[in-house]
């Protein structure tokens, strides 16, 4: 008999980085199905192709994404529960299941505290439909996989009801990503320097972008600022933070969010990347900084003390990461260094091992 993982892929236009993320874990876990199981995958109806090869089966709702997150949200019957299903986000089915006769099992992820913590960052729509669905979890899921440790403490104040089902399982940067062979052609296209620091971050408050800003400027460095995974509309904002900062508009470049091979671009030509946000999320950014070996200077938090552990330098205020790079960078040689720390902490995270441990998780319930 075949066992059966179906995983719910949520092609989520306003989230990028989760819906990648979500099809390099659907790929991890087809590629990791231990003999006699198999995975299908369920989107809404009207979804493009996924690009995850080896699927058993994809199947389409029949609702479109719009309606079937509203139907989701509701506990309206969808037509896709049952079975063991896992999904890469808050986008399932959480309804009433029996698990131990019906070895039916429901799994959810939370990459990302926002709508608790700051939901005025967030369009109310979005914060209310996550909250809502994490309600549901409380009922229905039969566990709750979070990125790292320090999730799994915040998300437990949120929701103590959800004891010992809270898991973690961490992400990874993009299967294969890599600095592509066309960079150079890439950052022209992008119109963006070479040689300069990259700071991922936005102007909501908990990105902190003034105090990564603020670090670069107080810093040795007199080089390009490239601030990327900018929102539309918010241009204007960052160019009068970095202004504030003390950061000359020669030096300031803003771009959005970057698909992967442009982001691999951008990482080739970085000398570092600054990543201040303090709020409670997976750091893809810091990730993949980590694994093309580019020195990492981050906010020192709990998230950020996990992820990257020995693998960069961390500090708490402008002026400590101001320091930070300014010694760090001071010479070839140090930053050589950091680098290859880099490298070796990017090793730890990979969505084949991550794939492994959520069939383990499924096996176990």
Do not use: Y
Request: net charge negative; proline share 6%.
């Amino acid at each position: 008999m075949v066992a059966t993982l179906r995983v719910v892929l949520d092609p989520n236009p306003a989230d990028a980085a989760l819906a990648e993320a979500s099809r390099d874990l659907a790929r991890a876990l087809v590629i990791a199905a231990p003999s006699g199981c198999e995975v299908d995958a369920i989107v809404p109806a009207g979804t493009a192709e996924m690009d995850v090869a080896g699927l058993a089966d994809v199947r389409r709702t029949a609702f479109a994404r719009r309606e079937l997150a509203t139907a989701l949200q509701l506990g309206a019957p969808t037509g896709i529960g049952g079975g063991m299903i896992h999904s890469p986000s808050l986008f399932a089915p959480l309804v009433r299941h029996d698990r131990v006769h019906d070895n039916d099992q429901t799994v959810v992820t939370v990459w990302d505290l926002r709508a608790w913590e700051a939901p005025d960052e967030l369009p109310r729509g979005v914060a209310t439909w996550q909250k809502a669905m994490l309600k549901r979890a409380l009922k229905h899921a039969d566990a709750v996989v979070v990125p790292t440790h320090a999730h799994a403490s915040r998300l437990g104040e949120i929701a103590p009801k959800l004891g010992e089902r809270i898991r973690v399982i961490a992400g990874a940067a993009p299967i294969g990503f890599a600095v592509p062979t066309d960079e150079v052609g890439r950052r022209r296209g992008l119109d963006l320097p070479e040689g300069f620091v990259l700071v991922a971050a936005g102007p909501m408050p908990t990105d902190d972008l003034a105090t990564g800003l603020s670090a670069v400027a107080a810093s040795s460095l007199d080089l390009p600022v490239v601030v990327i995974d900018v929102e539309d509309g918010h241009e204007p904002a960052v160019a009068d933070l970095a202004s504030a900062a003390g950061i000359p508009e020669h030096r300031l470049h803003v771009r959005g969010a970057l698909d992967a091979p442009d982001r691999g671009a951008a990482f080739g030509a970085a000398v570092a990347l600054v990543a201040p946000s303090r709020r409670t999320a997976f750091p893809w950014r810091i990730v993949e900084a980590l694994a093309l070996g580019v020195p990492v200077f981050a906010a020192d938090t709990a998230v950020n003390r996990e992820v990257v552990l020995d693998g960069g330098a961390l500090g708490s205020s402008s002026e400590e990461l101001g320091a930070a790079l300014s010694e760090g960078l001071s010479s070839a040689e140090s930053a050589g260094r950091l680098g290859v720390l880099a490298a070796d902490r990017g090793r730890a995270f990979s969505w084949r091992e991550a794939a492994d441990r959520v069939w383990q998780l499924h096996a176990e319930l």
